[in-house]
Structures are given as structure tokens and as C-alpha cells.
């Protein structure tokens, strides 16, 4: 004997919308992804975290809006949903590109600063003391008289003795404020020679054209060294423009 096929029951929400024509319920989903539109005004704050807001707007907003049409009628707030895909749309895209921007200025920079410290430490290691000399700033020239000799008796010793080189690494880059409004990089660079490790720090003052100056340069032997090679001499530390204002900070 054949079963007798079941009728599928309708819905409470099918049962009120064949009741009451006129019901149909609001999404939720439509009305918080509209708030969060809203708020994603935040975003504009150049704030990494805060592009999740304008993000969960357009994502609710797309979500919301494929139910509401799914609901044959059920639910309501499409418009909701349409600004809030478009408002959370919009402040994604002027907030991610705003972040995407500056990490590229960032990464710019950080390039930029690299190769010029490097090229101050290369030139010295190299004995071109007249490259160096020729980008140095009148006010840190004062600590080297006379001239292009007084920065080779400076510098020379940190390098005699100390064999071939071995590698040289950019450890670090800080900006550090120094006046109001105002602000200085430093640039640590590490350098190993086959008889010494030389740890230098390379001040740079960024210009109104978005160049950067050099501004002088500090260095010193690091205890690593002293403790391995005690059998040789170890030259004194130079001192840096900006070296003593910043003595507590320094990697030794």
C-alpha cells in the first residue's frame, strides 16, 4: 500500500505573510551593517585597525541584502542594505588606499635611508673620507678639524686591525623626535670584519623636498668584540651628532 505523501507545512513567517499581507520584519542584519556604515567614518583616522569597521559594513551589507531578496517577502530593508554597501564600500576604499599609500612612502623611505647609510659605512671602510666629508653638515664638520684628515684620524683607528670585512646589515631604523615638530632618523648598521664587529649609528634630518640629509655618524666597538678579541686593540668610541641625547637608547 503507497504512502500517502505528507504536505510540507508552511513557516511561522510564510503562515503571517499568507495571514497579513502587510507583515514583513526589518533584517537585523540590514540595520547593524547601516550602524557600522555609519561609524566606519572612524576608518578616516589613518588607524590600520579601524578599516575592519567599513569592511564588516560592506560584508553585512551584501549578506544582508541577499537574504532580504532571497525571503520572498518576508524580510524588508533592502535600501538599508544598499547604503550600507555603499557607504561601507566607499570608506573601504578611501581608508585602505590611505593605509596602502603610507606603507608604500614607508617602504620608499625605509629603502632610501638603507642605501644612504650604507653608502656613508661603505665609503668609510672603502678610506673615502672626502665622500663623507663632502655630505657632512657645517655644524658636526666643527668636531673634525681640520678637514677631510680630521674625520680619517676620527674614524681610522675603528677599522685598523680589524681585518677584511665580512658583512654589513642594516639593524635598525628609528625616527626619533628631537625638536617641536620636528624629528631625526637614525640608522643602526651593524658591520663584522674578521677581527672586530662595529656597530654605527647614521643620523639623517628629513628635508622640506623629501630628501634627506646626512647629519653624521657615530660608532663604537660592541662588547661581543671586545670579549672575543682581547688579545687586540680596541679603538675608542666616535661620537655621534645626536649620539648623547639618545644614550639611553643605544644597542650596545
Known amino acids: 500500500m503507497a504512502k500517502t505523501r505528507q504536505p510540507k507545512l508552511p513557516s511561522d513567517s510564510e503562515l ?9 520584519a526589518i533584517s537585523t542584519m540590514a540595520i ?40 520572498g517577502g518576508v524580510l524588508t530593508g533592502a535600501k538599508l542594505a544598499i547604503i550600507a554597501i555603499v557607504l561601507g564600500g566607499g570608506f573601504t576604499l578611501v581608508s585602505g588606499g590611505t593605509q596602502v599609500r603610507g606603507w608604500w612612502v614607508a617602504r620608499q623611505e625605509t629603502s632610501t635611508l638603507e642605501d644612504k647609510a650604507l653608502g656613508i659605512i661603505d665609503a668609510m671602510v672603502a678610506g673615502d673620507y672626502g665622500k663623507v666629508w663632502d655630505e657632512t653638515p657645517p655644524g658636526w664638520r666643527k668636531q ?3 678637514g677631510v684628515e680630521g674625520l680619517r684620524s676620527g674614524f681610522a683607528p ?21 625638536r617641536e615638530n ?10 663584522a670584519f674578521e677581527h672586530r664587529y662595529l656597530n654605527f649609528d647614521v643620523w639623517f634630518r628629513p628635508m622640506p623636498d623629501g630628501t634627506f640629509q646626512f647629519e653624521g655618524v657615530g660608532g663604537s666597538e660592541t662588547l661581543e668584540s671586545e670579549m672575543r678579541f682581547t688579545d ?21
Open 158 to 178: 675603528e677599522f685598523e686591525g680589524a681585518g677584511k670585512l665580512v658583512s654589513r646589515e642594516l639593524k635598525s631604523l628609528l625616527q626619533k623626535p628631537y
Open 232 to 252: 687586540l686593540k680596541h679603538p675608542k668610541p666616535i661620537v655621534g651628532p645626536y649620539e648623547e641625547r639618545f644614550t639611553d637608547e643605544k644597542h650596545r
Open 32 to 71: 547593524v551593517a547601516l550602524i557600522l556604515s555609519a561609524a566606519s567614518v572612524v576608518s578616516l583616522l589613518n588607524e590600520l585597525p579601524l578599516v575592519v569597521v567599513p569592511v564588516l559594513a560592506l560584508g553585512l551589507g551584501l549578506v544582508a541584502l541577499r537574504k532580504i531578496r532571497q525571503s
Open 16 to 24: 503571517d505573510r499568507a495571514t497579513d499581507p502587510e507583515y514583513a
Open 182 to 191: 620636528a624629528y631625526i632618523w637614525r640608522a643602526e648598521v651593524y658591520v
Open 144 to 146: 673634525f678639524a681640520p
